[in-house]
């Protein structure tokens, strides 16, 4: 089943404790990006991928770190959570970064901040 | 850069009416414009798109209209069902040389009662 999968699904931490919530698809896409979800806000893109190798910055990426080392795999990375990080996060892919593709989303991983 | 505002942010219709949720979008450039459901505890799932070149879509129960001349895009769901309840995302899509990226709009919660 074709697929974008994110874990944890929910994770509490505290302030300052570095942590990584995992991505994964099964799909071959080349294009992946995070996104935080926050009431009133939709979806805000932290940082996206067009390859292997291949980051960059997007609307929000303040307080975080990702990488890209194999085609399948894109991690977040909180160095130094803080409260204000604590929101909903989202995984996603799509097949090219170069066409307008269906963006396929992961279940979504609830990180609160204390 | 590109900017989606989207209305309501709540709308409640009654199972079998229906209920349309509108969108605007800043940057002229953009040229694809696709429509996600959220439902509780799953990430949002892409239910119709449509492309800079053509004024309507149609899939069933659900169309979305497009007039780039006002730079507003809409989505229609007709004979709603409680099923149809859910967060309703539209986005737009813009493409630079970093690719093409998809900013969203803040959602809208639709209830349908029955």
């Known amino acids: 089943e074709a697929q974008v999968t994110q874990n944890p699904r929910y994770l509490i931490t505290v302030t300052g404790k570095k942590l990584t919530v995992t991505c994964s698809q099964n799909?071959?896409?080349?294009?992946m990006s995070w996104y935080r979800q926050d009431p009133g806000l939709g979806l805000r893109q932290i940082y996206y991928?067009?390859?292997?190798?291949?980051?960059d910055k997007g609307d929000v990426p303040e307080g975080y770190k990702v990488s890209r080392k194999e085609k399948r795999n894109f991690p977040l990375i909180l160095e130094s959570p803080s409260p204000n990080q604590t929101s909903l996060y989202f995984c996603a892919s799509s097949l090219s970064y170069s066409m307008n593709t269906e963006a396929f989303f992961g279940q979504g991983t609830r990180l609160t901040v204390v | 850069g590109e900017n989606v505002e989207q209305h309501p942010s709540t709308l409640s219709v009654q199972e079998g009416d229906s209920a349309v949720i509108k969108c605007t979008y800043s940057?002229?450039?953009?040229?694809?414009f696709p429509w996600y459901k959220q439902e509780l505890g799953k990430g949002p799932q892409l239910i119709i798109d449509?492309?800079?070149?053509?004024g309507e879509k149609k899939d069933q129960r659900i169309a979305v209209t497009l007039n780039k001349t006002a730079k507003h895009f809409s989505l229609h769901i007709t004979e709603t069902q409680p099923e149809d309840s859910a967060v309703y995302f539209c986005a737009a899509s813009i493409y630079s040389e970093y690719g093409n990226k998809l900013v969203f709009g803040a959602g809208t919660i639709l209830r349908v009662k029955s």
């Open positions: 991928s067009m390859n292997v190798e291949v980051t």
């Open positions: 449509i492309r800079s070149n053509v």
């Open positions: 940057d002229s450039a953009s040229n694809y």
């Open positions: 799909m071959n896409h080349e294009y």
